[in-house]
């Protein structure tokens, strides 16, 4: 069982930054794909990027591609996500999830554990 606890978002404005943090419970954490997904009001969740248990292979959404960046740090079970640049289209509700199941997991069903959510709202 991992339990996921997102923090970091907040209002910024455009050209702006935010990073997002993810904290996980359990010892296993090293042992998970760890993914952020967004949603904005209306549609569906989205993915944005991943990262295997090493951190050595990143993937990202093209929309994202350049402007964040995903790491972990095993020893203190937290993923992150740097948000640069970040655009109104960025706004939603940014997710935390992990996968212990799929290497490099892009969709919503491949992933086990989720977070609560932490709101991003980017301001123009």
Not at 19 to 39: D, E, H, N, V
Not at 41 to 47: I, L, N, S, T
Request: glycine share 12%.
């Amino acid at each position: 069982q991992v339990q996921l606890v997102e923090s970091g978002g907040g209002l910024v404005q455009a050209g702006g930054s935010l990073r997002l943090s993810c904290a996980a419970s359990g010892r296993t954490f090293s042992r998970y794909t760890m993914g952020w997904f967004r949603q904005a009001p209306g549609k569906e969740r989205e993915f944005v990027a991943c990262i295997t248990w090493s951190g050595g292979i990143t993937p990202y959404a093209d929309s994202v591609k350049g402007r964040f960046t995903i790491s972990r740090d095993n020893g203190k079970n937290t993923v992150y996500l740097h948000m640069n640049s970040l655009k109104p289209e960025d706004t939603a509700v940014y997710y935390c999830a992990a996968s212990g199941t799929y290497y490099l997991g892009r969709r919503v069903l491949e992933y086990d554990y989720w977070g609560q959510g932490t709101q991003v709202t980017v301001s123009s």
